[in-house]
T-cell receptor
Framework: NAGVTQTPKFRILKIGQSMTLQCTQD?????MYWYRQDPGMGLKLIYY???????DKGEVPNGYNVSRSTTEDFPLRLELAAPSQTSVYFC???????????FGEGSWLTVV | AQKITQTQPGMFVQEKEAVTLDCTYD???????LFWYKQPSSGEMIFLIY??????QNATEGRYSLNFQKARKSANLVISASQLGDSAMYFC????????????FGDGTTLTVKP
């Protein structure tokens, strides 16, 4: 069972570079999320989507963009990477009213 | 805006004993869900237990139970018969049912189980 798959698992970026974190879920969930987790801290919501074509900002959206062209995919784009974006990124999905939020394995991003 | 507070940055428990991890939440929305996740040192997020705001009984999943006190806005996690493998970071989270995109996590509690 694939669940939520995110790639890459590890990436080192130089300041000013751009990249896209990919996220795919095969559970037909309508809700998808991107979180970041800084060392020793909890998860902060970056963006979320309630369905294809609909996205909205979370707590910490600056420096990021998302799109949701299909139910399955929810990529996160980092434009002009900054050291402050060094973090672990988690993609997640859930059903409306569902009792579980399913997480990907995380993507470790370092900006140098 | 909703908020989750976990006041215990770190906790220690002896193996085979029970431990309670505290979580308080704040929301004016009457319909919400509360979650607990475990994050071991390997980094993945492992779902433990869920409590709906309208559930009449406290949720239980094996050795995990959730002590839900709605009037106090608390959702404490109780782990019975602690095992060495329970050593991890534990996160409490809340998701509003009226806006399920708005999910909020606490800062976590690091639990260490001593042999």
């Amino acid at each position: 069972n694939a669940g939520v798959t995110q790639t890459p698992k590890f990436r080192i970026l130089k300041i000013g570079q751009s990249m896209t974190l990919q996220c795919t879920q095969d559970m037909n969930h309508n809700y998808m999320y991107w979180y970041r987790q800084d060392p020793g801290m909890g998860l902060k919501l970056i963006y979320y989507s309630v369905g294809a074509g609909i996205t909205d900002k979370g707590e910490v959206p600056n420096g990021y963009n998302v799109s949701r062209s299909t139910t399955e995919d929810f990529p996160l784009r980092l434009e002009l990477a900054a050291p402050s974006q060094t973090s672990v990124y988690f993609c997640a999905s859930s059903l409306l009213g569902g009792n579980t939020i399913y997480f990907g394995e995380g993507s470790w991003l370092t900006v140098v | 805006a909703q908020k989750i507070t976990q006041t215990q940055p770190g906790m220690f428990v002896q193996e085979k004993e029970a431990v309670t991890l505290d979580c308080t939440y704040d929301t004016s929305d009457p319909s919400y869900g509360l979650f607990w996740y475990k994050q071991p040192s390997s980094g993945e997020m492992i779902f433990l237990i869920y409590q709906g705001s309208y559930d009449q009984q406290n949720a239980t999943e094996g050795r995990y139970s959730l002590n839900f006190q709605k009037a106090r806005k608390s959702a404490n996690l109780v782990i019975s018969a602690s095992q060495l493998g329970d050593s991890a970071m534990y996160f409490c989270a809340m998701r509003l049912n009226t806006n399920a995109g708005k999910s909020t996590f606490g800062d976590g509690t690091t639990l260490t189980v001593k042999p």
